[in-house]
């Protein structure tokens, strides 16, 4: 049987892991809504409206530069490194989805849609072309 002392300190852990969650969920809004604030900056003294303004084109390419270096990363398999080329492509995504007028909740509201769905299944409702069958029929 646990004491009082050991119950608060499970329901304090419990508070503080929901707190954590909520905070890490809210992390991701609060950057996505100062990146789209950043399209009326200066792009003289913000890096973030440097890329809105040069378009696509600019965010693609820093989008691919950061995924290439991920991959290195990841074939490295420094785990800091992939934590930080991780940060950087998710930093751009969210770049490129400020350019378009969207941000991480409509990311949010597409992983909740997928959520409990076979990836096999979800690509062939989009009619991807990951539905080519191989030589035996299966995929």
């Known amino acids: 049987m646990s004491t009082p ?8 852990a419990d508070k503080v892991e929901r707190i954590d969650k909520k ?6 809004h609060r950057l996505s809504e100062t990146l789209a604030s950043r399209r ?3 792009p003289e003294t913000s890096y973030t409206a440097q890329l809105l303004a040069g378009g696509p084109d600019s965010i693609l390419k820093k989008i691919g530069e950061e995924w ?7 074939k490295e398999g420094k785990r800091l490194k992939i934590v930080w080329e ?5 930093y751009h995504v969210l770049v490129l989805l400020a350019f378009h007028g969207l941000g991480v909740e409509d990311v949010l509201q597409e992983l909740r849609r ?8 979800e690509k062939k409702s989009r009619g991807g072309k990951d539905d080519k069958k191989g030589k035996d029929g299966h995929k």
């Open 40 to 42: 009326n900056a200066d």
């Open 114 to 121: 997928r959520e409990g769905i076979s990836g096999i299944d």
């Open 5 to 12: 002392q050991e119950t608060d300190k499970t329901e304090t």
């Open 86 to 90: 991780s940060t950087d492509v998710i």
């Open 23 to 28: 905070d890490r969920h809210d992390l991701l």
């Open 68 to 74: 290439a270096e991920l991959i290195m990363a990841g």
